[in-house]
DNA sequence: AAAGATTTTCACTTAAAGTGAAAAATTAAT
DNA sequence: ATTAATTTTTCACTTTAAGTGAAAATCTTT
């Protein structure tokens, strides 16, 4: 399922198949946590968009992380996170790349 | 403030100047976020644990992460984290580790 | 224009993080 | 050793982020 590279998905498909409510993908947009291509007004989930948001799901309730904590490693340039990151959503965060530099200082 | 290498100190001192209330350092305890040595059943805390725990406080507030994060960094060996974190933290998620390697799979 | 789907808004639920207050247990002081 | 002062522990409450339900608004498509 979602193994083709160039279809992409309905919402309401992605959430059911991650078991969330599809609000919930709204919610994480919200916060830049992932960016689905549109046409017009309607969002659709490429297969990079699902595995990201796989992969999200699995460090907040598997690994009880929160959304910040991931847009944190995602401003760090975090090794693991980067690794699954659609290049849009670390585009999205480029302008922050200065706090980054400053983390802990 | 706290800057004699080998002084340790009690727990509300240390509570008042990270601006919270001894009893989130007692459940950061819980957590094994920190280990204060003791004496008895008094604790008390080290420099070293007062500046980790500042960082601590930093990633929380400052960055808005959660606990739960700041420990599967831990685990991870997250350079960031394991420059602040003291070794007797580190050491009691040793036997995590397996679980870090498996991390993502 | 009507039916069906998607998006948006409002308000609610849940769980983690943190705290207040008082009882129990220790430590320190006389 | 007995009392006074601290510290620890327990219970229950508050706050906030994450997530959701339901309905209204906005497309889309026929």
């Known amino acids: 399922?979602?193994?083709?590279?160039?279809?992409?998905?309905?919402?309401?498909?992605?959430?059911?198949?991650?078991?969330?409510?599809?609000?919930?993908?709204?919610?994480?947009?919200?916060?830049?946590?992932?960016?689905?291509?549109?046409?017009?007004?309607?969002?659709?989930?490429?297969k990079a968009d699902i595995e990201w948001l796989e992969f999200v799901r699995e460090m907040m309730y598997e690994q009880g992380m929160n959304l910040r904590s991931i847009i944190v490693l995602i401003r760090r340039r975090d090794d693991v996170v980067l690794n699954k990151c659609p290049q849009d959503v670390v585009d999205c965060y480029k302008n922050y790349l200065v706090r980054v530099r400053n983390f802990g200082e």
Chains 1, 2 share one sequence.
Do not use: H, Q, W
């Open 1 to 46: 399922m979602f193994n083709e590279e160039d279809k992409s998905y309905p919402i309401e498909l992605v959430a059911e198949f991650l078991g969330v409510n599809s609000r919930t993908l709204y919610y994480y947009e919200k916060f830049m946590l992932v960016c689905p291509m549109r046409r017009g007004r309607k969002r659709y989930y490429s």
